[in-house]
């Protein structure tokens, strides 16, 4: 079940969605099996620090975050990854590593040029046994996501 949290805010912004459950599935490529699609069409938020300041960024199950890339895009900013401890608490209510790409949490938000050309994008709906399938169009705009062009680089 989506945390309430998230549906209100789903909800107060006037963002549709589409709920779906499955069994529980952690990892990225595990859970685009789960939900049935393209592993090209979820949504993976990845926790980063861009000067000092927390920000999402966002590409495909298939890929991972090109930090230098997005330190380029913006300007020769300093990016890197931040390890899960460091951010433990901060997506409340949601389970580490299921929180969805949404300004509920008071981020930036960085998405993949390619992902963002998706018509319709899927990620975790909060928990690993939830989803929530959105159209990326709206969702960009809901959200303020920034395009960013080679954000993600395919997984070897």
């Given amino acids: 079940m989506i945390p309430e949290r998230i549906e209100r805010y789903l ?4 963002l549709p969605f589409v709920h779906t459950s499955h069994t529980r599935a952690v990892a990225a490529q595990r859970f685009a099996a789960a939900e049935h699609v393209p592993g090209d069409r979820i949504a993976k938020p990845v926790v980063v620090r ?3 300041e927390l920000a999402l960024a966002v590409v495909s199950a298939t890929q991972k975050v090109d930090v230098h890339e997005l330190g380029r895009a913006l300007g020769g900013r300093t990016v890197e990854l931040v390890p899960e401890p460091e951010f433990e608490g901060r997506f ?3 389970e580490v590593g299921a929180e969805p790409p949404l300004g509920l949490f008071g981020l930036a938000i960085y ?6 050309r998706m018509s319709r994008l899927v990620m975790r709906g ?5 989803a929530i399938e959105v159209d990326t169009a709206e969702w960009m705009r809901s959200e303020r996501a920034v ?3 080679g954000l993600g680089r395919w997984s070897v």
């Fill in 11 to 14: 909800v107060d912004h006037h």
């Fill in 147 to 149: 395009p960013i062009e």
């Fill in 111 to 116: 998405v993949d040029a390619a992902l963002a």
């Fill in 92 to 94: 409340a209510p949601c």
């Fill in 126 to 130: 909060g928990t690993h046994e939830d």
């Fill in 50 to 52: 861009v000067d000092g």
